[in-house]
């Protein structure tokens, strides 16, 4: 529980965007782990396998919301700070809230794919595990994404990447 909570809590925060509904999914996910530990089979790794009934158990979430989540602004808080002077902090904090935007404009599945490679730092194989689709759907899906990202800097802030 100590393990995978503070992991676990950041990856549905990042797809769900509701904190309410984050700890619903979280508690029901650490549920399932301790009521079934049987169901682990070892054919992935204990996180991929954590991550996999998380992720489904957001999506049947999402899917059942009725109106759209409001921007959650822990991303500004998870990027790393500097230490430079009042207008480098403010341009750094208008970039983090256009990044903000531009991942919260991602669709879940796309979102997802981010966080697990990024935050989670996991293999392409294992996320494509954890989501339920072949590797290349999540290569795709990051290349989208990426793509996406690097657009809306370029066009929000001028950065060409």
């Known amino acids: 529980y100590r393990l995978y909570h503070p992991r676990l809590a950041r990856f549905l ?8 509904l984050v700890e619903e999914v979280l508690n029901d996910t650490l549920y399932a782990v301790w009521s079934r530990p049987a169901a682990f089979q070892g054919r992935s790794k204990l996180s991929t396998w954590t991550f996999g009934i998380a992720y489904r158990k957001a999506m049947k979430a999402i899917s059942r919301q009725d109106d759209a989540a409001p921007l959650d602004d822990a991303w500004a808080e998870l990027l790393p700070s ?6 480098r902090i403010l341009e750094n ?3 983090r809230a256009i990044l903000a935007r531009a991942i919260d404009e991602l669709s ?5 794919v981010v966080d697990l490679c990024y935050f989670q730092e996991m293999a392409y194989r294992d996320i494509a595990e954890v ?3 072949p ?3 999540v290569k795709t899906r990051m290349f989208h994404a990426r793509r996406h990202l ?7 802030v001028g950065v060409r990447l």
Do not use: I
């Open 82 to 87: 500097d230490e430079a002077g009042p207008d």
């Open 150 to 156: 690097k657009n809306r800097l370029a066009d929000d």
């Open 13 to 20: 925060s990042t797809l769900m965007r509701r904190p309410a």
């Open 135 to 137: 590797v290349d759907t």
């Open 131 to 133: 989501v339920g689709c």
């Open 93 to 95: 904090g208008q970039t």
């Open 108 to 112: 879940p599945d796309h979102r997802a």
